[in-house]
């Protein structure tokens, strides 16, 4: 390559910046002295931060925006985006929150169903933490440092690289960014056998809100413990994690199978429910409930998706064994590798090269609205009926069935914030999606939803309604503006945490009493609160 060519993006780059500069007003030209204050000069924070003015600012803000309900012309913008690729601008950042009474969101993958971590109705700014990606892989040890910029492809595409028999247990959708998913739980189809993402976390890095930088030793155990699920953004912002791998098998075997209500959806459901959380702990089959036309009639599709680790041979075994109702054959099943099973999970084609996994930008993005259950009883097959003919009624919606058990019963709830363990059979992710614009449409799909969510109430969790935190719902409640009480918090609180929601409030009033990191669902400070726990 030549010298010229080679300077050809910085000098771009220069001229870009400079751009912004000579137009940015006397406020901008503040804000930007005030985190180059705080900022270290051999880490430039000019470099990272667009102002509304700037030309890059619009692809920035909108290049992480997952859900097209929260990009439009009248959803709030933040002040300037902060797109760190150094520590210091992250403490800068904060810094210079404080002194501008801003509040930042944090955004690591921007696949918060609700828009909370790039949106807020009050005045805010946005770290944006795709630059900090890395990925470093130590297989003395089985561990791996990752960044919360990362995204799950990509951490699993780095594992890959460098290992055949090592995974780790973290979601299906390789998209997502690592930080918010670790941090609110982070589920995938290897949870029966090892857990959850936050039950294999052995370290974390941490900016404070005193923009001290802290790791395990350093922030004691009780904020350790809170971060891993219990939604890092209300306590600081994590740069990186330290995670345990762990063994996969050469092989493992997948399969996809259909069934309609015409091949017996309803009596295969029903079965399900009592076998899919009892089965081997390496066998997960996630069911995707949806109305459907075939031959000009309505009808429910049941797509039953699986994941074993172990050979095609052993798979049979076992569904014979546990569930022969399903008729499983050795034709339906295929054998791969365990990172090529991660694309067959997010329908790539059979042979489709890892490399993908390192595309951050997947399938075209859409306008959609999640909701989450949790199943503690197997529903009747005459309440299955009801249920199918309730979504056939309301068109265009889903329901995933996601099965628990195995060492998901054996964590206690209290080992980390996310509580959902032992009595529950399953999970319910509720999902409606479109692509045509307005508000009157969002509205009447939002209404869907919300009617399938009220009639499934008689069939799940009670007191509370358990939500998953990483399926982000603001329906279930929210904090008022500025200091949420406790008692506003817990509406939602412990829909999320259960109990743990009391303990999430104490570490939060240790290690940020004055609620610098604060949004619509973050746990409340009682040290900036008129409310204590006791006085409720």
């Not at 009592?274 to 390496?282: C, I, L, P, R, T």
Request: hydrophobic letters at 35%.
């Amino acid at each position: 390559m030549s010298t010229t060519s080679s300077i050809q993006p910085f000098v771009s780059i220069f001229l870009l910046h400079l751009l912004t500069m000579a137009t940015s007003d006397p406020l901008q030209d503040t804000y930007l002295q005030c985190l180059t204050l705080y900022s270290e000069p051999s880490h430039p924070i000019s470099t990272v931060t667009y102002f509304p003015n700037s030309p890059s600012y619009p692809p920035i803000l909108e290049s992480y925006i997952r859900n097209l309900r929260f990009n439009s012309t009248t959803t709030p913008k933040p002040s300037f985006i902060v797109a760190p690729t150094h520590v210091s601008h992250i403490q800068a950042s904060i810094k210079c929150g404080k002194r501008f009474g801003l509040e930042i969101r944090i955004r690591s993958g921007g696949h918060d169903y609700d828009g909370l971590s790039y949106v807020s109705e009050v005045q805010f700014i946005i770290l944006d933490m795709f630059m900090l990606r890395s990925v470093v892989v130590d297989l003395e040890d089985e561990s791996v440092w990752v960044d919360s910029g990362s995204t799950i492809g990509e951490l699993y595409h780095g594992i890959a690289q460098k290992s055949k028999i090592l995974g780790f247990p973290a979601g299906v959708c390789p998209t997502v960014g690592v930080g918010g998913h670790f941090s609110g739980g982070g589920y995938g189809n290897m949870m029966r056998r090892f857990g959850l993402s936050v039950d294999n976390i052995l370290d974390a890095i941490i900016v404070d809100a005193e923009g001290r930088v802290l790791d395990r030793k350093s922030m004691g155990e009780d904020l350790f413990w809170a971060i891993r699920g219990g939604g890092g953004a209300s306590f600081g912002v994590i740069v990186s994690w330290k995670i345990k791998l762990v063994p996969v098998p050469e092989v493992v075997t997948v399969f996809r199978v259909e069934k309609t209500l015409e091949q017996s959806a309803t009596d295969i459901v029903h079965q399900w429910q009592y076998v899919a959380h009892k089965m081997h702990d390496g066998l997960f089959i996630r069911v995707v409930v949806s109305p459907v036309k075939r031959k000009g009639q309505m009808t429910i599709r049941a797509k039953f998706n699986a994941l074993f680790l172990g050979n095609s041979e052993q798979l049979l075994d076992v569904m014979n064994q546990s569930f022969p109702e399903f008729g499983l054959t050795g034709e339906q099943c295929m054998e791969m590798s365990w990172i090529d099973s991660v694309l067959f999970w997010y329908n790539y084609p059979v042979g489709t090269s890892v490399e993908v996994l390192l595309q951050r930008h997947g399938s075209a993005e859409k306008f959609l609205k999640r909701k989450s259950d949790y199943v503690q009883q197997p529903i009747s097959k005459v309440d299955l009926e009801g249920m199918w003919k309730k979504m056939m009624e309301l068109g265009k919606i889903a329901l995933t069935f996601n099965p628990y058990g195995g060492k998901m019963s054996e964590i206690s709830e209290v080992e980390t914030p996310f509580p959902h363990r032992a009595g529950n059979i399953y999970k319910i992710q509720y999902s409606v999606s479109w692509k045509e614009e307005g508000e009157d449409v969002a509205n009447r799909y939002l209404d869907v939803i919300r009617r399938l969510y009220d009639y499934m109430t008689p069939y799940v969790s009670k007191s509370p309604r358990s939500s998953y935190l990483n399926y982000r719902d603001v329906d279930i409640g929210v904090n008022g503006a500025g200091n949420a009480t406790y008692a506003e918090a817990r509406i939602w609180g412990e829909k999320y945490f259960k109990g743990n929601f009391d303990r999430l409030v104490e570490v939060k009033t240790m290690v940020d009493p004055n609620n610098f990191y604060r949004y619509e669902q973050s746990i409340p400070s009682l040290a900036s609160s008129t409310t204590s726990i006791m006085s409720e």
